[in-house]
């Protein structure tokens, strides 16, 4: 099976290419996280894996699913999908897709990993600190793992800070491990 991200590369190189030279990077965005999350929903996904459903009448449903939410352009990349069968590929397009976005505007994605839900004011100082790390404009995105017991784990690209309670454990082992 293809990995899915190299799969996914040309496509979302393509279609951020298709929205800057529309001046559309928001609607490309849009476009792209709605058909992501269409073809996530079961029903959907129970169609496109549907041998019977031939690539003209899976562009036909995906059309009528996508109407009101797609550019000309958009349904011309949702039948380039169909046609090469990587309807499949569409979340990962649509990740590439904002990573490529987010450089473009001058952001950062910045993965947080949180033991508890960060309220307003947290979230924001968090923002602040690893703006001024990164040098960048920062968008985070929050997901909560009650097995860190305490602190956050922050992932940028290559730079990964585990300020978990459950990091400085492993830490503290694998010292207490080193000594004896």
């Excluded at 709605?34 to 449903?61: C, H, K, M, T, Y």
């Excluded at 923002?127 to 602190?151: P, T, Y």
């Amino acid at each position: 099976m293809d990995d899915l991200s190299t799969v996914a590369r040309p496509y979302a190189q393509a279609a951020i290419k298709q929205a800057q030279d529309e001046g559309e990077l928001g609607a490309w965005s849009e476009m792209l996280a709605f058909l992501a999350g269409a073809v996530a929903d079961p029903a959907l996904a129970g169609i496109i894996a549907n041998p019977r459903v031939d690539a003209e009448q899976l562009s036909e449903v995906m059309l009528t699913i996508g109407e009101g939410w797609l550019s000309g352009t958009g349904a011309n990349f949702v039948k380039l999908l169909v046609a090469n069968a990587r309807l499949n590929a569409l979340a990962q397009i649509a990740r590439q897709f904002e990573l490529a976005k987010a450089q473009i505007e001058g952001r950062r994605q910045v993965d947080v990993i949180s033991a508890r839900k960060l309220t307003k004011k947290p979230y924001e100082q968090l923002a602040k600190a690893i703006a001024r790390r990164l040098g960048h404009e920062v968008e985070l995105n929050v997901s909560e793992d009650k097995a860190l017991l305490g602190g956050v784990i922050i992932r940028a690209g290559d730079l990964v800070i585990d300020a978990s309670i459950r990091g400085r454990l492993a830490q503290l082992g694998n010292a207490l491990g080193a000594a004896a």
